[in-house]
């Protein structure tokens, strides 16, 4: 069976299962499917150029701890969990957490535009728009990373950032009115 057929014939729950059971091709399998989005968390949550290592040892850590999966959520909710988590450590050692998650978010979002007036507008609303994340406290920022830069679910975001359901809704509520807020102080701008 071809790699790609393989990847798509089996789910989740079934890949886990059998990898519990020493299965490395399965593990392959689910490596395949989550390195992409486990990725894009790290570079979104701040890893910027550390992203390939913190999903490397992420992976690692999901597999030595499959044992600890209760399947309650994904698997893709479960590892970026872990993702997070070691960008937090990232950032603990290294003692960088200012400005990492927003250069990336940036750089992913510079798209050409055919108009030279348009682009030069929308990469000033992204600058302003970057700058405002910037001034929003860490826990503020995460929340709204999850839940619009990497366009997780409540439920996902609850469990990638290790915080009840609720809590994530009431902080996600609170972080964008603030964002808002400093939106709408800035002159010239529709928040």
Known sequence: MARLERTTALDDATAVARARDGDLEAYEILVDRYTVPAHRAAVLLGAGSDADDVVQESLVKAYRQLSRYRGDSGFKAWLL???????RNLHRSRGRRDGLVLRAAARAANEPAPDPAESAMAAERRRLLVDQLRRLHDRDREVLVCRYLLDLSEAETAVTLGLPKGTVKSRTARAL?????????????DA
């Open 177 to 189: 009115a603030k964002l808002r807020e400093h939106l709408s102080g800035e002159e010239g701008t």
């Open 81 to 87: 969990a872990i993702v997070a988590n070691e960008t």
